[in-house]
């Protein structure tokens, strides 16, 4: 069965220090991956996300992810986190029939 | 541009009430519509999802039924509440193209069971 894992529940960055969220899936196929970001007490916006072709991604707000298929892996990076970053974010892998299944999340804190 | 509704923001409601919330989404034709649920400190849970009118799709049993009256309103219900039914509710919408597409959310429904 398809799974995603996000194996930190809370990561705390200084403001300005770089940072990288850990995300794992299993998939038999090739995946359709995604991040997304929810700020406290919101729905969730869509950060970026991997379908095929170049295995680094680019998205909104300066972040980057970067799959890689030996690893199972597609880890959210950024290299200079900002105060307004701070939110919980989920990485997912669309199953077959183009359903969303979330990792736990990952609760970012960024101290001053 | 497309743009997804739900409301109320938030509810709080007695044990053994009824709940209906509802999910609208404009500028779009066939979606696919889903429901999650997030309890406190957790990751999204997928409680239904559907295709098109009148087609719903159950990924877990529950306390809860959900309906799509039509193409572009997601409803979802319960009878009688319980408690373990708090939580922030999700709507979610996608393309109905055959793909991977990503999915919109709109702004949740914060339910609080007494």
């Known amino acids: 069965a398809q799974s995603v894992t996000q194996p930190d529940i809370h990561i705390t960055v200084s403001e300005g220090a770089s940072l990288e969220l850990r995300c794992n899936y299993s998939y038999g196929a090739t995946p359709y991956l995604f991040w997304y970001v929810q700020s406290p007490g919101q729905g969730l916006q869509l950060l970026l996300k991997?379908?095929?072709?170049?295995?680094l991604v680019q998205g909104i707000k300066g972040f980057e992810a970067e799959f890689k298929r030996s690893q199972s892996s597609f880890n959210l990076r950024k290299p200079s986190v900002h105060w307004s970053d701070a939110a919980e974010y989920f990485c997912a892998v669309m199953d077959s029939s183009y359903k969303l299944i979330f990792g736990s999340g990952t609760r970012l804190l960024v101290r001053p | 541009s497309q743009t997804i509704h739900q409301w109320p923001a938030t509810l709080v409601q007695p044990v053994g009430s009824p709940l209906s919330l509802e999910c609208t989404v404009e500028?779009?034709?066939?979606?696919?519509l889903y429901w999650y649920r997030q309890a406190a400190g957790r990751g999204l849970q997928l409680l239904f999802y559907?295709?098109?009118?009148?087609?719903i799709s159950s990924e877990v049993p529950q306390n809860l039924s959900a309906s799509r009256p039509q193409d572009r309103q997601f409803i979802l219900s319960s009878k009688k509440l319980l408690l373990s039914d708090s939580g922030f509710y999700l709507c979610?919408?996608?393309?109905?193209?055959?793909?991977?597409?990503?999915?919109?959310f709109g702004p949740g429904t914060r339910l609080t069971v007494l």
């Open positions: 991997y379908f095929s072709g170049d295995t």
């Open positions: 559907s295709v098109g009118i009148g087609q």
């Open positions: 500028g779009t034709s066939n979606p696919n």
């Open positions: 979610a919408w996608t393309s109905g193209r055959a793909g991977g597409n990503e999915q919109f």
